[in-house]
């Protein structure tokens, strides 16, 4: 289906809400990918990730957000990350079921 619109015949309010119904409808379509990619890991899952200008860090993924996922890394930090920007740890060991709530981690 293809829809033709002339915006030259539009009036300002009109188009105004045409820019605010494209805004909504590219919002819902990030929200949409995002929670496609959320989907591909789990909460206890390890997970790598390079924040921009810093080293690669490795952490647990602890929650679901809206668009990201927080994740407390191995030096105790928490982080909301795209879930783009991750990585699987392969190498890890998932936490079992008896377990799944109970972290290791070092302190500072």
């Known amino acids: ?6 915006i030259d015949t539009l009036t300002e309010a009109e188009l ?3 820019n605010n119904r494209i805004v909504q409808r590219l ?4 929200e949409a990918r995002a929670h496609t990619q ?3 890991f789990s909460v206890g ?10 080293e690669t860090l490795m ?3 602890t929650r679901y957000n809206k668009k990201t996922v927080s994740v407390l890394t191995e030096q105790g930090q928490h982080w909301n990350v795209s879930p783009s920007m991750l990585r699987l740890v392969k190498n890890a060991r998932k936490a ?5 709530n109970v972290f ?3 302190k500072s």
Do not use: C, H, W, Y
């Not at 079992?96 to 799944?100: H, I």
């Open 38 to 40: 959320m989907m591909e």
């Open 59 to 61: 952490g647990v993924i």
């Open 16 to 18: 105004i809400d045409l």
């Open 45 to 54: 899952d390890n997970v790598s990730f390079q924040p921009e200008g810093s």
């Open 27 to 30: 919002r819902f379509l990030r």
């Open 1 to 6: 289906m293809s829809l033709k619109i002339n």
């Open 96 to 100: 079992d079921a008896k377990t799944s």
């Open 104 to 106: 290791d981690f070092k």
